[in-house]
């Protein structure tokens, strides 16, 4: 079975600072994992994907996350926040056409 | 935008109404689905088609009746929704079986449902 946790439902970050999105995910074998953006009344983008080239993943927009099998963690990260970085961002493991959405968490900027 | 359409991006409803929503991709991707996102809950997967078949049926309503005439093409047809079904629908692409096993879907903009 599989199955994605996201730990935080809001963060707050003032512009300029890291940001941190907590995932945590369980599956029976190597999954494919994702983070997509979504931004007020628009679709999902993809962000970044999990290859098993590598564990650090480089995404879009400066945002980076690393696949970490021990503890089954895949944390979005990125050094410094921007305004227009404001949006609900989703986790997801997916198995061929099956896909795992977490409940997403809300990013706030703060100026 | 991406290579993921959808119209009509806002519609507004009476509960008696028949409406189609339409879904179109020009990515060459082999499967479709439809999702639900209401305010405050989770991303609700309500269908999905693989090579045109309809692979998954999540318990969803019969008032919602999806089609998928080819692989480019998907639509949701709706008939006596409730004001429950009011949410944003999100229609994804993805293609089953890359060569590099990475399948990631792809949105479109969603079409914000309203129903009076």
């Known amino acids: 079975a599989q199955s994605v946790t996201q730990l935080d439902s809001h963060v707050s970050v003032s512009e300029g600072t890291p940001v941190l999105l907590r995932c945590n995910y369980s599956s029976s074998y190597s999954p494919s994992l994702f983070w997509y953006v979504q931004h007020p009344n628009k679709g999902l983008q993809l962000l970044l994907k999990?290859?098993?080239?590598?564990?650090l993943v480089k995404g879009i927009n400066g945002f980076e996350a690393e696949f970490k099998k021990s503890e089954t963690s895949f944390h979005l990260t990125k050094p410094s926040a921007h305004m227009s970085d404001a949006a609900e961002y989703f986790c997801?493991?997916?198995?061929?056409?099956?896909?795992?959405f977490g409940t997403g968490t809300s990013l706030t900027v703060i100026p | 935008e991406t290579g993921v359409t959808q119209t009509p991006r806002h519609l507004v409803m009476g509960m008696t109404n028949k409406k189609s929503l339409k879904c179109e991709q020009h990515?060459?991707?082999?499967?479709m689905y439809w999702y639900k996102q209401s305010a405050k809950k989770p991303l609700e997967l309500m269908f999905v088609y693989s090579l045109e078949e309809r692979v998954e049926n999540n318990s969803v309503p019969s008032r919602f009746s999806p089609e998928c005439p080819n692989s480019s093409h998907l639509f949701l047809h709706l008939h006596t929704l409730q004001p429950e079904d009011s949410a944003l629908y999100l229609c994804a692409s993805s293609q089953s079986s890359s060569p590099s096993g990475i399948n990631e879907q792809f949105f479109g903009p969603g079409t914000r449902l309203t129903v009076l």
């Open positions: 999990y290859t098993s080239a590598a564990t």
């Open positions: 997801v493991v997916s198995n061929g056409n099956q896909f795992y």
């Open positions: 990515l060459g991707h082999n499967a």
